[in-house]
């Protein structure tokens, strides 16, 4: 066989086969993925305002949740959402900029989140759009995500999408990414972003 034609048969072999948290755990080339219905996906490295948006609601949220029972995470940590605990059984594995997780079972130290969060926020990227919008909002409503916001930076617009009685995402609230918004899993929680905002313009 040519080497051309074994690099296209390694890639192909590559590309169908589907992965699990297992093999995510064996990767030792630094890079950072997703993992979705076994499929791979490679998180790019975010921009600057991306991280200061993650940061500050973060911030926010940590402070807020001092002394109660929810927990706010920040990118990068492993969550697993199926929580099978068994990382050849599982097949979806996903890196939310901020979650929050309010059932502290969930929390391990060996395999990060099992289950799904309460609270998931994702800030979009240029290279990670489609992939937030779409894919990880499917998988989000599937595994029971109660509330997922999208923060799109390009038109300045946060979506905040809330899980109704029939585990069906309604359709979402808008919000200018300067307006003051309400967590609707934490009581009298608001997040905002006005002084981050203003301060990049």
Known sequence: MKEKEKKEMDNLAYKLKKYTYADLLEMDDDKRYELIDGELYLMSSPKILHQEIVGEIYAQLHTYLKGKKCKAFV???DVCLSGFKNPKKEYNVVQ?????VCDENKLTEDMGIQGAPDLVIEVLSPSTRKHDIYRKFNLYQHYGVKEYWIIDTEVEVIY??????????TLPKTYEITEDIKVNILKNCIISLKDIIENTK
């Open 96 to 100: 939310p900029d901020i979650l929050v």
């Open 75 to 77: 990118s990068p940590l």
């Open 160 to 169: 905040q999408y809330i899980l109704n009685e029939k585990n069906i995402y």
